[in-house]
């Protein structure tokens, strides 16, 4: 079974700029979380989808948003970048959205703000 | 006060040392505990799962979960530099659906 598969790897924008990075989940799995993580915060909650609607979100500004589609794919948009946006953005799904199941993540996307 | 709380290490050790990591937290409604590994430049990749107070092994793998302490723990038996990662331990229960993380250790094991 594949795992979590995010795109693109790694972008690079400047401050201002919008951006979307797109994540597709484990197939059968159909709640996706995403997560921001840097050096001094770790992993920060940003939301979580499940069967396409938002579920949870976490505590950051409302140019952070996201979706999902029927499929379970989910996209996450930020708006008007900062420069503290830097960092790896991490996706991870699960078959229902309890949390006595674990997640499982995919690898990222680097984000870089200049 | 974060939710759960983990030292950052660095942490370096010898090959074949036993190699403890420990997270607190201050949710009495957490009930499910995880750890995470994560090597540079990867995702998160979920080590064990455990729920409620108790050990769990896998192969040289073990959690511990103390809840009237709230004391998580992750020991690593016989350490391989291939364990050199970042370890990252979870929490999660009660009403919310979302796991709080910990800050991660960095673990070195060397040669």
């Known amino acids: 079974k594949a795992g979590v598969t995010q795109t693109p790897r790694y972008l690079i924008k400047t401050r201002g700029q919008q951006v979307t990075l797109s994540c597709s989940p484990i197939?059968?799995?159909?709640?996706v979380s995403w997560y921001q993580q840097t050096p001094g915060q770790g992993l920060q909650f940003l939301f979580e989808?499940?069967?396409?609607?938002?579920?949870n979100k976490g505590n950051f500004p409302g140019r952070f948003s996201g979706r999902q589609f029927s499929n379970s794919r989910s996209e996450m948009n930020v708006s008007t970048l900062e420069l503290g946006d830097s960092a790896l953005y991490l996706c991870?799904?699960?078959?229902?959205?309890?949390?006595?199941?674990?997640?499982?993540f995919g690898d990222g996307t680097r984000l870089s703000i200049l | 006060q974060k939710e759960v709380e983990q030292d950052p290490g660095p942490l370096s050790v010898p090959e074949g040392a036993i190699v403890s990591l420990n997270c607190t937290y201050s949710?009495?409604?957490?009930?499910?505990f995880m750890w995470y590994r994560q090597y540079s430049r990867k995702g998160p990749e979920l080590l064990m799962y455990t729920y409620s107070s108790g050990n769990k092994e896998d192969g040289r793998f073990t959690a511990q979960v103390d809840k009237s302490s709230k004391y998580i723990s992750l020991f690593i038996r016989d350490s391989q530099p291939s364990d050199s990662a970042t370890y990252l331990c979870a929490s999660g229960g009660g009403t919310a659906s979302k796991l709080t993380f910990g800050t991660g250790t960095r673990l070195q094991v060397t040669l």
């Open positions: 949710n009495s409604a957490f009930q499910y």
């Open positions: 197939s059968g799995h159909r709640s």
């Open positions: 991870a799904s699960r078959e229902g959205r309890t949390s006595n199941q674990p997640q499982h």
């Open positions: 989808y499940f069967s396409e609607t938002q579920r």
